[in-house]
């Protein structure tokens, strides 16, 4: 069973950059789609951006489209998230996970690691 770790987190000013990493063990990493999620206080949990299998096709939410990027390393086991002009409404838990096929449903998701905090100040 994959466990997912995500890193990189933390506090930065409106309009700059940070890069998320979520790095998995056990199973076969290039088996599972991927995707980022967020989660803000008193909000949902919502779909960021998800990587196919082998990293041929993103799909994002509009609402990060043209700033962020996913992208993944099939040999370190690792998926990345580069978010750049970030907004304060970016403010989030972001949380990897994976699924048996391609989908933007947070329900069809397994193996959510335990979040990174992002926080973009104003």
């Known amino acids: 069973q994959v466990q997912l770790v995500e890193s990189g987190g933390g506090l930065v000013q409106a309009g700059g950059s940070l890069r998320l990493s979520c790095a998995a063990s056990g199973g076969t990493f290039s088996s599972y789609s991927m995707g980022w999620f967020r989660q803000a206080p008193g909000k949902e949990r919502e779909f960021v951006g998800r990587i196919s299998r082998i990293g041929r096709t993103t799909t994002y939410a509009d609402s990060v489209k043209g700033r962020f990027t996913i992208s993944r390393d099939n040999a370190k086991n690792t998926m990345y998230l580069q978010m750049n002009s970030l907004k304060p409404e970016d403010t989030a838990v972001y949380y990897c996970?994976?699924?048996?096929?391609?989908?933007?449903?947070?329900?069809?998701?397994?193996?959510w690691g335990q979040g990174t905090q992002v926080t973009v100040s104003s």
């Open positions: 996970a994976v699924a048996p096929v391609p989908t933007n449903s947070p329900a069809l998701y397994n193996n």
